[in-house]
T-cell receptor
Framework: EPEVTQTPSHQVTQMGQEVILRCVPI?????FYWYRQILGQKVEFLVSFYNNEISEKSEIFDDQFSVERPDGSNFTLKIRSTKLEDSAMYFC??????????FGPGTRLTVT | AQSVTQPDIHITVSEGASLELRCNYS??????LFWYVQSPGQGLQLLLK??????LVQGIKGFEAEFKRSQSSFNLRKPSVHWSDAAEYFC????????????FGAGTRLFVKA
């Protein structure tokens, strides 16, 4: 069964550094998403992406964040200058035109 | 605004006992509802989903959930809990206002005692 994959599984970075989290959505999916889960809290929507542009973004998704689909298979989340409060699990998701998103296993980002 | 409420932060049940986790949603249109389970440090595993039709849906690992439109609820049940069911459970609703996204509840942590 096709799956969403994410790399790395764990990323440790220093405050102020740039990080890129990578996702490979399911191949025939057209809609792509990033979610964030701070430790012990609920999963929160960050951004949706369709047809090579952002469809919607939350208030969390400020100018420090950007997303890109650099080729036909990858979908990336970049945090330009990480802060301590960016430490979280980041989930990528994708879907077709239906109502179910398929979530990846997550990348745990630790900012020190 | 759209939201999902899971009123129980944590629940403890004895192994072999029945389980019900509560979930209420607030969404004006047709809800697309999900239950996910998450073990510590792990990803989200889909237990079951409801889109339409029969309001009692069956999922994996012996879980089921019942959609009650009149109560805006989608409670998760299991007749006999196993120690391996100890985890965090998230109820979620997919909405399509403006864009499409999934809104999650705060989660219920399940503890299972021997």
């Amino acid at each position: 069964e096709p799956e969403v994959t994410q790399t790395p599984s764990h990323q440790v970075t220093q405050m102020g550094q740039e990080v890129i989290l990578r996702c490979v959505p399911i191949s025939n999916h057209l809609y792509f998403y990033w979610y964030r889960q701070i430790l012990g809290q609920k999963v929160e929507f960050l951004v949706s992406f369709y047809n090579n542009e952002i469809s919607e973004k939350s208030e969390i998704f400020d100018d420090q964040f950007s997303v890109e689909r650099p080729d036909g298979s990858n979908f990336t989340l970049k945090i330009r200058s990480t802060k301590l409060e960016d430490s979280a699990m980041y989930f990528c998701a994708s879907k077709t035109g239906g109502y179910e998103q398929y979530f990846g296993p997550g990348t745990r980002l630790t900012v020190t | 605004a759209q939201s999902v409420t899971q009123p129980d932060i944590h629940i403890t049940v004895s192994e072999g006992a029945s389980l019900e986790l509560r979930c209420n949603y607030s969404y004006g249109a047709t809800p697309y509802l999900f239950w996910y389970v998450q073990s510590p440090g792990q990803g989200l595993q889909l237990l079951l989903k409801y889109f339409s039709g029969d309001t009692l849906v069956q999922g994996i690992k012996g879980f089921e959930a019942e959609f009650k439109r009149s109560q805006s609820s989608f409670n998760l049940r299991k007749p006999s809990v196993h120690w391996s069911d100890a985890a965090e459970y998230f109820c979620a609703v997919a909405i399509s206002t403006g864009g499409f996204k999934t809104i999650f509840g705060a989660g219920t942590r399940l503890f299972v005692k021997a």
